[in-house]
């Protein structure tokens, strides 16, 4: 379908924008610049509304410009929008919008506010153009670019080691993503020699018209063993893995809890790690079978490992980076099972109630922070045996935080209802078609899923219900709601936590919007599972959120929660993750190292010194040859013959360059000997 | 044109050289000045130049830019025949990019003499013909002149390092010197034994002249080097055995594990200037030699040693990494990381695709730009505290803001982040080497773990350096003394910055001009 050209003025905007903010706050502006980037921010979320009403359901929109080419092969830069990266654009500018909104009370004060803003303006402008991007050159480009801005925003109070150190970490683990995404690129750019998602991966595009035959990946122009295909997939999903914290490379993001708590909001649980989920739904056709499973397996232990890890965490902070990291495992999951719109419905309601969860903590922080430092109390503000009571002192976070929850668990009446259980139901739906070990994928999904329902209401009742500490007792008493701007955007999240923006019946996702508009097969199993997963899932919540609130509230059961024994030892050392990378990787990449600079030293350097040492020797035999022999024959000689000679013996003065040239006068004379005349 | 870019310096120095001493104080302003004449003379050069494929270069003497012809010496030798060397000078899409590069590292290298306070009259002159010979080296097209540039360079360099170095400079002067004695020695016999194969087709005569040896058909029949003749010395090849003489002599420059141990000392000991252009530009004058000499003139053999190259380049990229990973020095660390980023370039060439080509030349340029910074920065904290330890340094980033913003840039630049020229390079020169036949695809996959440690040496080195708390081995008297950078400084810095990211943003102000170059490069290798 033809598109105005009026669209691109839209477009380009939308992601110039954030850009602007960071380009002028690095330039030197330091005023007001929190108006500035809301401003900006906002202007790009109004945009990417009304692209979103011109294009969700109706069109496609891809422009493109040449951007460079090498030898005789053209790289293209251009923008490609469907239903995907409108829904993309929207989320994030959306969501980014309220974080600043809700940023301006909470980083207020900080003495580096200016370089807040613009590395979030650095953010968004990258998030934005790597959902619009239309080739696999531009989106690992700012899929780098997220990388980065998450990096200083980690990294944002530098001055504390742990910050340091996480921002550092998060950029690593990272990079071993990107790496695996680079090979992708190199994969399908030997096969098909290029890198537009269009030509690739649209109907009947290189992707789909390639085929296996022979044990040969064979496409138009040339062909691979079969073996790259599962590779290339298995390398993009490497990346995939890295920014969504799947295992095994999740380790950076509980750390990257350093960074401010909006920007934990954003980044970390919202819109970039999501990202991960959304470079598998660009480019989806390249998964094979093999790699699909792959998905499911990773997603599987993924979403279990998190969930049992967060079971036993105490800084509120880690326990919802934990729930991001088992809720990303859920839609890799999905994805893996062929669970496409699932996924990406699942996506967008997580991005709405995790946001929420973190910016209701954040609430909580600030008071905890704020009130513990104007008494002089000494204790950790963001450990939630600290917390307790807040429920009268707080009411509105409290209630946000509890819809949010409800929505994470999978509560009817909230979205997380909706986008979860679609998801448990289509894995049902799947196993019944597998044999073996991939059948117990269902019923691990199903446990994770009880396990967040307990967490997450240990959480809540321990922070909001349960009786207070002793030591903090004087803060929570001091504590109270959030100011206005912080409040509102809380509540506005609150009602996106909800069904009403995504369907209009609260008990069927299939009537929603969002999931239709990424169906592209008719559901065939429908009934029998749709009738009983959200009966079984809700029932079991239901059974643990109370079992939940008589450990935490009431204080029963308290040998259960004491911390005894080893499966409570292994979840609260998140699985040991951490120590054994230190101990396999990082110190064998620090001994290899030390062993190069070793070889350096004392292999290749003591090798060019003795190859000197030897070449002096001759030298000096030479000199005494010379002085003893030569010059002996030469002062024999009449008096002309003996000043050539001293000629001759400054030439010689024992300098190695002289040695050599004679060396090479004798081979030239050789040389000119055999073979010229 | 090109003879005015060569030969400014050398009158600069004359001028210098004869100017009373009470001048002393504008030494360093002349040489400042010859270096922005030089650079908006390339800057010209630049934006007139033709790439379009009837202005390739390579292999066809007519499609050579700015070119410059003049017979030189012509000797009646008796029997042999008559010695011809020509002047002779041009440029094209492989050369011309180089010109460019030199005139801004020579810039930023000539602002980075401002610390350099004794014995300007003999400074000053040595460092403005080793401006002289970098330039001519990438003009030259007769190799007898190619070969009197290349080793004019040498010479400057190393009374640079040995008079103005620091505690141990002699050794390190020496064994540059002696490294790279050793490759151009043998690099001499290859070019007699070419004297003798080829001739001109025009005046008969055994000629020096470059382009006449990239055809086949001007090499007299059984001559040594003549590929239809195919002579065998010690048993290999004649033309195997050139090119790998030359190969090594080159790379030596580049420099390739295991013969770059001269290039930490030669950095450690060398002052910043020397440092700056030692990283920015000697190590591509390795680089444009690989491909101007070696392949061009021996394609066969140079396709036979692709795996070798291939495998060299694998390991310096992994190689210089895991070296500079170990560093405590933190220029010795940069050092390395030059050793793992010319990597790239080897394996580029080796994939002797128009990609890998392409990003081994990109890399060039961008380690060049981004080399310079480093190196420049370097010397800025070496300057005020004089010293360079890592472990000297914490939370730098609190006391100079603004000379931690610059680090920051050159360190992600160099590691690769995408905007910045080093990722097109990288990117591209790995993708080469994937497609490449002639390579396997685990050179690019270990190529690109390189990418990784770059990573993670450089981030690591920030964490160390510029975040946490102040704490310096210094104390409070370091604090005063580490002042923020200066306005001198930003200028040097700056321009440097902007080409990274400029490049990076639109790789083709780079590409469009050596693309036709490349292509016709890559055709005269492949056949």
């Known amino acids: 379908m033809p598109v105005s050209d009026i669209q691109i003025f839209l477009v380009l905007p939308v992601v110039v924008l954030p850009l602007i903010s960071f380009l002028f706050i690095f330039a030197g502006k330091k005023l007001n610049t929190e108006n500035l980037a809301l401003f900006h921010i906002s202007v790009s979320f109004l945009l990417s509304l009304y692209l979103f009403s011109a294009i969700w359901d109706k069109q496609t929109f891809h422009i493109q410009w040449s951007w460079f080419s090498v030898g005789g092969t053209e790289f293209k830069a251009g923008i490609l929008l469907n239903n995907l990266s409108v829904l993309m654009m929207v989320l994030v500018s959306g969501i980014a919008t309220l974080v600043h909104v809700y940023s301006r009370v909470y980083m207020k004060g900080d003495p580096n506010i200016h370089k807040y803003w613009a590395y979030l303006g650095l953010f968004c402008f990258s998030m934005l153009s790597l959902v619009i991007s239309d080739s696999l050159l531009l989106i690992y480009l700012f899929w780098e670019l997220v990388g980065f801005s998450s990096y200083l925003l980690i990294g944002f109070w530098y001055t504390r080691d742990s910050a340091a150190r996480a921002s550092k970490k998060a950029f690593i683990m990272n990079r071993i993503g990107d790496l695996g995404f680079l090979t992708g690129i190199m994969i399908i750019y030997q096969q098909f020699h290029t890198l537009d998602l269009t030509l690739l991966f649209a109907e009947n595009g290189f992707m789909q018209t390639s085929f296996i035959q022979n044990a040969m990946w064979v496409s138009d122009t040339s062909g691979m063993p079969e073996i790259w295909l599962t590779i290339a997939g298995a390398v993009f999903f490497l990346g995939a893995m890295a920014k969504s914290a799947q295992f095994p490379l999740h380790t950076w993001l509980p750390d990257a809890m350093e960074g401010p708590t909006s920007v934990s909001s954003l980044i970390h649980a919202a819109t970039m790690v999501a990202a991960g989920v959304f470079l598998i739904a660009r480019i989806y056709p390249v998964f094979n079978p093999q790699v699909l499973n792959m998905m499911v397996i990773t997603g599987t232990i993924t979403a279990f490992m998190a969930a049992t890890i967060a079971l036993t965490q105490n800084d509120i902070k880690r326990i919802l980076a934990y729930s991001t990291i088992s809720q990303l495992g859920f839609m890799i999951m999905a994805l893996g099972i062929g669970a496409y719109s699932e996924s990406i419905f699942h ?331 | ?326 560093q405590t020095d933190l220029k010795r660390m940069i050092a390395y990381s030059s050793v793992s980023h010319m990597g790239f370039v080897l394996l580029g060439i080796a994939s002797a695709t128009t990609e890998g080509v392409s990003g081994a030349m990109y890399q060039m340029i961008s380690h060049g730009a981004l080399s310079a910074m480093l190196f420049f920065l370097v010397g800025m904290i070496y300057n005020r505290v004089h010293d360079r330890e890592i472990s000297s340094f914490r939370g730098l980033s609190e006391l100079m803001p603004q000379f931690s913003a610059f680090v920051m840039i050159a360190f992600f630049a160099s590691l690769g982040l995408p905007g910045f020229s080093a990722f097109i390079a990288e990117a591209f020169s790995l993708i080469g080497a994937f497609t490449s036949v002639y390579l396997p695809e685990w050179m690019a996959i270990g190529g690109s773990v390189g990418i990784l440690l770059s990573a993670a040496y450089f981030l690591w080195t920030l964490q160390r350096m510029f975040f946490g708390q102040i704490r310096l081995k210094g104390g409070e008297e370091w604090k005063t003394t580490l002042y923020d950078a200066n306005i001198r400084e930003k200028i040097a810095l700056l321009p440097l910055a902007a080409l990274a990211l400029l490049l990076g943003i639109f790789p083709s102000l780079l590409f469009d001009k050596m693309n036709a170059s490349v292509l016709a490069f890559v055709q005269l290798i492949t056949g």
């Open chain 1, 347 to 677: 996506l967008s309601t997580h991005a709405f109630f995790k946001c929420l969860l973190f910016l209701a903590a954040g609430a909580v922080i600030h008071e905890m922070h704020h009130h513990r430092d104007k008494l002089g109390l000494d204790f950790d503000f963001q450990d939630i045996r600290r917390m307790g009571g807040l429920r009268k002192r707080m009411p509105l976070a409290c209630i946000s935080m509890c819809i949010a929850s409800a929505a994470l668990i999978g509560l009817p009446l909230t979205s997380g209802f909706l986008s979860k259980d679609a998801m448990l139901i289509k894995t049902f739906e799947w196993a019944s078609e597998q044999v073996g070990i991939l059948k117990i994928v269902p019923y691990l999904m199903l446990l994770s899923s009880a396990l967040t329902a307990f967490y997450i209401s240990r959480l809540i009742f321990k922070v909001f219900f349960a009786k207070p500490d002793v030591i903090s007792s004087p803060v929570i008493s001091a504590a109270k709601d959030a100011p206005k701007q912080m409040t509102y955007v809380l509540l506005i999240l609150a009602f996106l936590s909800t069904f009403l923006p995504f369907s209009l019946n609260p008990l069927s996702y299939e009537v929603s919007w969002l999931w239709s508009g990424f169906r592209s097969v008719e559901s065939t199993q429908a009934g029998f599972y749709h009738q009983l997963i959200p009966v079984i899932v809700n029932a079991i919540s239901m059974l643990l959120i109370i079992l939940a609130y008589l450990m935490y509230v009431n204080g029963k059961y308290s040998r259960l929660a004491s911390g005894e024994g080893l499966l409570f030892r292994v979840s609260s050392g998140e699985w040991y993750l951490n120590q054994f990378y230190s101990f396999t990787f990082v110190k064998s990449v620090e001994k290899l190292a030390e062993l190069s600079w070793r070889i350096d030293r004392y292999v290749i350097d003591s090798i060019v010194l003795s190859t000197a040492a030897v070449v002096r020797n001759i030298s000096d035999f030479s000199r005494w040859t010379d002085k003893n022999i030569v010059d002996g024959a030469v002062n024999g000689s009449g008096a002309m013959v003996s000043k050539a000679g001293s000629i001759f013996r400054m030439l010689q003065s024992g300098r190695l360059q002289h040695y050599l040239l004679s060396i090479l006068l004798i081979l030239l004379t050789f040389l000119i000997l055999t073979f010229f005349i």
């Open chain 2, 1 to 326: 044109m090109l003879s005015l870019l060569i030969f400014l310096p050398i009158a600069a120095a004359i001028l210098i050289l004869i100017l009373p001493s009470r001048f002393e104080k504008v030494f360093k302003h002349i040489c400042l000045g010859v270096s922005i004449i030089q650079f908006l003379l390339s800057l010209f050069i630049y934006l007139n130049f033709n790439s379009g494929t009837s202005a390739a270069g390579i292999s066809n003497a007519g499609q050579y830019q700015l070119t410059e012809k003049l017979p030189w010496i012509r000797l009646d030798l008796g029997s042999i025949g008559k010695l011809e060397i020509d002047y002779f000078l041009g440029i094209d899409g492989l050369s011309m990019p180089f010109l460019l590069l030199s005139a801004l590292v020579m810039f930023v290298a000539t602002i980075a003499s401002w610390e350099i306070k004794t014995n300007l009259r003999a400074y000053y002159p040595l460092f403005l013909l080793l401006n002289t010979a970098v330039i001519g080296v990438f003009c030259a097209l007769d190799f007898f002149l190619f070969y009197i540039f290349y080793e004019l360079m040498l010479l400057p360099l190393y009374f640079l390092i040995g008079m103005w170095g620091g505690v141990r400079r002699e050794y390190a002067a020496i064994k540059f010197f002696l490294y790279t004695l050793f490759g151009s020695v043998f690099m001499l016999l290859v070019i007699i034994g070419l004297y003798f194969s080829v001739t001109d087709p025009t005046s008969g005569n055994h000629t020096f002249n470059m382009i006449l040896m990239m055809d086949p058909a001007n090499y007299l029949d059984g001559s040594i080097f003549s590929a239809i003749a195919n002579q065998e010395l010690f048993g290999i090849s004649a033309r195997l055995l050139a090119f790998i003489v030359l190969f090594v002599a080159f790379a030596i420059k580049v420099p390739i594990v295991p013969l770059h141990t001269w290039l930490p000392d030669a950095h450690v000991e060398a002052p910043t200037p020397v440092s700056i252009i030692l990283a920015g530009l000697l190590l591509k004058v390795g680089g444009y030699g690989i491909l101007r000499i070696c392949y061009s003139i021996f394609p066969d053999a140079a396709i036979q040693s692709s795996w070798w190259i291939g495998l060299i380049g694998m390991v310096s990229i992994l190689y210089g990494a895991l070296n500079a990973l170990a």
